[in-house]
């Protein structure tokens, strides 16, 4: 088999196996243009449907004028509804997430590891009353008592580069050096 066969062949391997591994793999999901009582919300989060789990939150807010404006990093215990269309962070990082201010985002549809872009519903604002965040305190000047259908904006996923699949791409990559570089080696000695 030819060098061009024998490079074209591990290139297609390699970039296959990289698809495939890459096919379940949990997405990141961006905050674009969400906008909920004068606040931006922006930043990203991951969220793997596989096992309903969300990891490297990044969200920020600017104030408003219901929601405070600050960093979002981790979860609320115990969050309202499924993860799947509904994530609720604090702003604490504490076990004890009592008068924690706590922002939750609804989505219309449930987030999945297949991507998209998906649009917010709600936002759900106010303070944790509970150590698990399990029961929400309004705001001052809420007009909507926790839950504001009025957002704006969506989010949009994509794909995080696994472990296995980067390695199984410079596994290939290094195939292909290696060819080349023995078949130079026959060429200058012949």
Known sequence: MGLARQSILAAAVCLASAAFTAEAAPLKWTLTD???????????FVYDADTDTYSHINITTSSGSVIPGGSWNTLA?????????????????????????????????????????????ATYQGSCLTASCGTLGVYPGDPTPGFNPNVTGYVVASAIPEPASLSVLAAGAGAIFLTRKRRTRRVASA
Do not use: H, R, W
């Open 34 to 44: 969400v906008t909920s009582f004068g606040s931006s919300i922006t930043g990203s």
């Open 77 to 121: 215990i115990d969050p309202k509804y499924p993860p799947s269309f509904f994530v609720q962070f604090v702003d604490t990082t504490g076990s004890d997430q009592s008068g924690a201010n706590t922002l939750g985002l609804m989505f219309y549809y449930s987030l999945t590891n297949a991507g998209g872009t998906v649009n917010l519903f």
